[in-house]
């Protein structure tokens, strides 16, 4: 896509794992982490890469950043990443989503280039609009910061203030939040190679037993 100039990727690498009982930032995916795994396959779209929140090894240079709200959710980290960066377009993906295709990542910024609306979100199977695997133009910054401001912390509370469109998929789109969530993406994708580090505590064995 020779438009990339106008794409950064923001990787939301923060949040407290509550739910899978570690840090999501230490899963791997055929020894790449997750987050590095997408970007492997997705070189080339995009002018900047910004981590936002812990710092991981990616195969392009990336620039990371910290929340100006701290402790304010998914909407502080797309915030952060929007005032650091120099692009008009922004990909904003949560470090817990793997595997997500090429295909339709340059879907989600053929839209938003095309229809300069404020906000492009994947609509996975069954309806599910996911506000981590989006487009945010940079006028969500400032809205995003008064909606912090004022003690909002949920991205689709952004939603509701932006020109929004959505580009629709038949994949489910996988957010790893629990011990349950990692082991039926192992069981659905058997040939790949889903990792804990080492330190990893109170981990569901049979999403452990599922990877092996």
Request: glycine share 8%; aromatic share 6%; hydrophobic share 40%.
């Given at each position: 896509?020779?438009?990339?100039?106008?794409?950064?990727?923001?990787?939301?690498?923060?949040?407290?794992?509550?739910?899978?009982?570690?840090?999501?930032?230490?899963?791997?995916?055929?020894?790449?982490?997750?987050?590095?795994?997408?970007?492997?396959?997705?070189?080339?779209?995009?002018?900047?890469?910004?981590?936002?929140?812990?710092?991981?090894?990616?195969?392009?240079?990336?620039?990371?950043?910290?929340?100006?709200?701290?402790?304010?959710?998914?909407?502080?980290?797309?915030?952060?990443?929007?005032?650091?960066?120099?692009?008009?377009?922004?990909?904003?993906?949560?470090?817990?989503?793997?595997?997500?295709?090429?295909?339709?990542?340059?879907?989600?910024?053929?839209?938003?280039?095309q229809s300069r609306a404020e906000i492009v979100a994947c609509r996975s199977a069954g309806g599910k609009i996911q506000p981590v695997c989006a487009v945010y133009a940079q006028s969500?910054?400032?809205?995003?910061?008064?909606?912090?401001r004022r003690g909002k912390r949920s991205l689709m509370a952004l939603f509701d203030i932006c020109q929004c469109r959505y580009v629709d998929t038949a994949q489910e789109l996988f957010?790893?939040?629990?011990?349950?969530?990692?082991?039926?993406?192992?069981?659905?994708?058997?040939?790949?190679?889903?990792?804990?580090?080492?330190?990893?505590?109170?981990?569901?064995?049979?999403?452990?037993?599922?990877?092996?």
């Amino acid at each position: 896509m020779q438009e990339n100039q106008y794409f950064a990727a923001i990787l939301l690498n923060g949040g407290q794992s509550q739910r899978l009982g570690m840090d999501k930032s230490g899963l791997t995916l055929d020894g790449l982490p997750l987050a590095a795994e997408n970007f492997q396959r997705w070189q080339g779209l995009f002018a900047d890469i910004i981590i936002v929140g812990k710092e991981i090894p990616l195969p392009e240079s990336a620039v990371t950043v910290q929340d100006i709200f701290p402790g304010s959710g998914p909407l502080a980290g797309v915030h952060a990443g929007l005032t650091a960066s120099r692009r008009p377009y922004n990909l904003a993906v949560a470090c817990d989503m793997p595997l997500i295709p090429r295909d339709l990542i340059r879907r989600l910024l053929r839209e938003a280039l095309q229809s300069r609306a404020e906000i492009v979100a994947c609509r996975s199977a069954g309806g599910k609009i996911q506000p981590v695997c989006a487009v945010y133009a940079q006028s969500c910054r400032d809205k995003a910061a008064d909606l912090l401001r004022r003690g909002k912390r949920s991205l689709m509370a952004l939603f509701d203030i932006c020109q929004c469109r959505y580009v629709d998929t038949a994949q489910e789109l996988f957010n790893i939040n629990t011990p349950a969530d990692a082991a039926r993406f192992a069981a659905l994708h058997p040939q790949r190679r889903l990792n804990y580090p080492p330190d990893a505590e109170g981990l569901d064995e049979t999403a452990e037993k599922k990877t092996e």
